[in-house]
């Protein structure tokens, strides 16, 4: 086993200390000083929970950030990182040269993945990810003799993440604000939110019939309009995770695969959340038996231990890249793509996760758990919504006595108060707005998730009688 130094005890004195120099060095994701006035210091994490400097103990409901599958201090792969920076910490994997590591768990990505994807192109996030499909996209059309086709269309309440092209797939406004323009030829069009359903008459409002309307279709005429020789592809993610766990009706995706096919556009499954069984399949797109052109991961691949994602391509596309012309190669890179020792990581991660059976203790489990979710929750009056599949779920608050924007406006006080109190009672969720959000580590216990959901129960409870 890897010898693990013992930690030194930081007293509260070192702690101070050691805040000072973030609040005056350290800018953070979504950075605000006055958001973090007292951030939480997190020295630890064991299990499902972490612990903060003060020794408190929070069950940590949302895996880190959708991320810590298989929980925090497995040491398995503490040891696995150990032995390969003890043998190779680095070497750059360009053409030309290969390491052992990566192409392990390109090997097993192939035998977990859609049956139609055969190869892999390593990046180190998810954001970095979609950059690279979304170029994999162009190099495809332009290498068939289709060089107008470099639009991407996205869905609104989609997220993506936030380097420049990323940022401009994503549909959240809040990203775009102080970073516009968004780039050229990223179109975003009518996502599949059932609660906020945009296809209805008079405005953003709950579906009253959601057999009425047809969000793939919705889609498929803004490709029409944009002209579907300038589409490259449409992305999205299976399930929407950062807009508010947005699960699409069932027949959504066979209908988005239909409309690809017939348009001659690649489809992009973007699973960097719902990968690596988070909604109780090893990827989620599984559930409608639908298979991706192109898909993107990172997040669970290594249960956030260490930081790596990458793109897996259809045979179709792996094709093209062997057979490009020298002058016209797949001139793509990155000094980290296939590191070792991040590799090394992501195998022992999916081993541990094949041994544990965890996928198929997820599915079992999240069933369970959007019950608890559906039966507690839904009957109080200022919940408007329960919605989930696997281990992602989400809690959406609105004013049973307002209409039009306010429904929702009215709730987003609220669901700031209720974080504040599920922490006061060591429970870590995410607010979006009106909406609370969970992703529990995949080995959560049913006492751990059933605890979670009486603390937001009375939270909520408490909270809308103030």
């Known amino acids: 086993m890897v010898q693990t130094p013992t930690p030194k005890s930081s007293g509260l004195e070192d702690v101070d200390r050691l ?3 973030d609040r005056e060095h350290v800018i953070h994701p979504l950075y605000h000083p ?3 006035a007292q951030p939480m210091v997190i020295v630890r ?8 400097a003060s020794g408190k103990r929070y069950f940590d409901a949302l895996s880190g950030l959708w991320n810590v599958n298989i929980g925090h201090g497995r040491p398995e792969l503490a040891q ?6 003890s043998t190779l910490e680095f070497n750059n994997n360009y053409v030309g040269f290969a390491n052992l590591p990566s192409a392990r768990l390109a090997e097993k990505l192939i035998q977990l993945t859609y049956p139609n994807l055969n190869a892999v192109y390593f990046t180190t996030a998810g954001a970095e990810s979609n950059e690279s499909a979304f170029k994999t996209a162009r190099f495809f059309w332009k290498l068939l003799g289709k060089p107008d086709k470099v639009k991407i269309i996205s869905r609104r309440w989609g997220y993506h993440g936030v380097t420049m092209a990323a940022a401009s797939a994503t549909v959240l406004p809040a990203y775009h604000r102080m970073f516009a323009p968004l780039m050229p030829n990223f179109i975003q069009t009518t996502g599949p939110y059932r609660f906020r359903c945009e296809l209805e008459d008079g405005g953003i409002r709950p579906c009253t019939a959601p057999s009425a309307h047809d969000y793939a279709e919705a889609l498929e005429q803004t490709i029409l309009e944009e002209g579907p020789d300038t589409v490259a ?3 999205g993610e299976p399930v929407q995770g950062a807009g508010g766990v947005i699960v699409p009706p069932d027949d959504y995706w066979p209908k988005l695969r239909q409309i690809a096919d017939r348009h001659q556009v690649l489809l992009m499954a973007d699973e960097v959340i719902t990968g ?12 409608w038996n639908v298979q991706p052109d192109i898909m993107s991961f990172a997040k669970g691949v290594t249960s956030g231990y260490l930081p790596l994602g990458g793109i897996m391509v259809s045979q179709q596309i792996q094709n093209a890249i062997n057979e490009a012309p020298l002058d016209l190669k797949f001139t793509h890179a990155a000094t980290y793509s296939g590191h070792p020792v991040c590799c090394a990581v992501g195998v022992a991660n999916i081993e541990i996760m094949e041994r544990e059976g965890i996928v198929e203790r997820a599915a079992e489990t999240g069933r369970r758990f959007i019950d608890l979710l559906r039966r507690q929750l839904e009957p109080l009056a200022w919940v408007g919504q329960v919605r989930g599949i696997g281990m992602m779920a989400a809690v959406e608050l609105a004013d049973p006595n307002a209409t039009g924007s306010a429904y ?6 609220l669901a700031a108060r209720v974080i504040g109190q599920c922490v006061a009672n060591g429970v870590l969720t995410r607010r979006l707005n009106n909406t609370i959000v969970m992703a529990p580590p995949l080995i959560s216990t049913g006492e751990q998730l059933s605890r979670l959901v009486d603390i937001l129960g009375e939270a909520i409870q408490r909270e809308s009688s103030v």
């Open 408 to 413: 929702y406006d009215n709730a987003v006080g």
């Open 276 to 287: 690596f069984g988070r909604t109780g399949k090893w990827f989620a797109l599984d559930h």
């Open 233 to 235: 592809a449409i992305i």
């Open 80 to 85: 696995a990182a150990f032995e390969q920076m």
């Open 34 to 36: 006055t958001d973090h």
């Open 45 to 52: 994490g064991e299990g499902a929970d972490i612990f903060d």
């Open 19 to 21: 805040l000072r120099a």
